[in-house]
């Protein structure tokens, strides 16, 4: 008997996807209980094929884990009409038999038992109109990242060999110091392919630094980010890098229900157990963005220095606790008062009450 024989029209169907670079496990669950699992190729339009050649007009309903893959499977999903949600791997539940007896199947299959009893929410994924926006901040991280390490590579290298750099260049990387690098400065051995070398890789990754930070000029003076921008650099120790990646990331602040809900995807909520008539609460929970929230943390510092009620604020903090600990205290008000901000869409006000 055919399987779209045993189900009734515009049934809900539940599909598990376990993906992987090479293959997909996947699981199709019915509310009575049929279930159908298969090995497919790593392809959303081949399973958008299967489903409505062995489901027709029926429900679909699609989970798969956050990772490696991103969120393409997701837009191609749900592009279709295919109700789909990226589920963090954390919170799909599991039994310790499932973790000693783990298999592509089994976990398919618990991914589509757990979405048809309701036990998963997904994570929030982005539009597609802000993918660019957020890769390229990321990326000209990235090549700032990379440009310093070969920097230090460079040092490094003179280091070992015995060099020593002289006086005016020893804590400011400039144009004068490159070009005694490559004119002057000599290695141990007869050749100096090797810092050649390096500096050259130094070269292209600047010009490929100032080239993401055109980039992201043009980016920010759009209509889209020069106001938001604006707002978000009225609030006390937010610069122009930190509100660049805070847009970019965050996307929509209105998305968040709560300040709790901010302050929990920036990784500031600390970690908590209850258990009889002990209450303990420990470091900040290690979901969130984490380059966001030690962003966040930095703006913090800075805003304390600056802002005389974030001063006075961390002051009374720090008689109850450490500095550091304290800091995340001004940290959360401040990501606080961020949200209120770009939610209410008013710059920073320092005579208004914001929420704590």
Not at 12 to 39: E, M, Q
Not at 153 to 179: C, D, M
Not at 277 to 283: A, I, L, Q, R, Y
Not at 332 to 356: E, H
């Amino acid at each position: 008997m055919r399987s779209n024989e045993k189900i009734v029209r515009r049934q809900k169907i539940f599909v598990g996807i376990d993906v992987h670079s090479k293959n997909w496990d996947v699981t199709c669950v019915t509310h009575k209980g049929y279930c159908r699992s298969f090995n497919q190729q790593p392809s959303a339009d081949a399973l958008i094929v299967f489903l409505r050649r062995e489901f027709p007009d029926a429900e679909y309903h699609a989970v798969y884990e956050s990772g490696f893959t991103g969120f393409s499977t997701y837009y191609a999903l749900t592009a279709v009409g295919i109700h789909t949600i990226v589920a963090n791997a954390a919170d799909v539940p599991t039994t310790q038999k499932e973790q000693l007896l783990k298999t592509d199947r089994r976990d398919s299959k618990k991914l589509a038992e757990s979405l048809r009893s309701g036990d998963l929410v997904g994570i929030h994924v982005r539009a597609v109109d802000d993918l660019d926006d957020r890769s390229l901040v990321r990326i000209r991280k990235t090549f700032k990242r990379e440009e310093s390490a070969t920097k230090v590579r460079i040092r490094h290298l003179l280091h070992t060999n015995g060099v020593e750099i002289p006086g005016q260049y020893s804590h400011r990387w400039t144009l004068a110091f490159a070009k005694w690098l490559r004119d002057d400065a000599r290695l141990l051995g007869p050749n100096r392919n090797s810092l050649l070398m390096l500096l050259d890789h130094l070269e292209v990754l600047h010009k490929e630094v100032l080239a993401a930070g055109r980039a992201v000029r043009r980016m920010i003076r759009s209509e889209k980010y020069a106001g938001p921008l604006r707002r978000l650099m009225t609030a006390p120790g937010i610069g122009i890098n930190f509100a660049v990646v805070l847009l970019t990331e965050i996307g929509d602040f209105n998305r968040f229900p709560n300040e709790r809900g901010f302050a929990c995807a920036l990784g500031l909520i600390p970690t908590c157990h209850d258990s009889g008539e002990t209450v303990s609460h420990g470091e900040k929970i290690f979901r969130g963005n984490r380059m966001i929230g030690a962003m966040m943390i930095e703006a913090a510092w800075r805003a304390v220095a600056k802002d005389a009620a974030f001063n006075a604020y961390h002051h009374r903090c720090c008689q109850r606790m450490k500095s550091t600990a304290a800091i995340v205290k001004v940290a959360r008000r401040l990501s606080n008062i961020i949200l209120s901000m770009m939610k209410n869409q008013r710059d920073y006000d320092p005579d208004k009450t914001y929420p704590r």
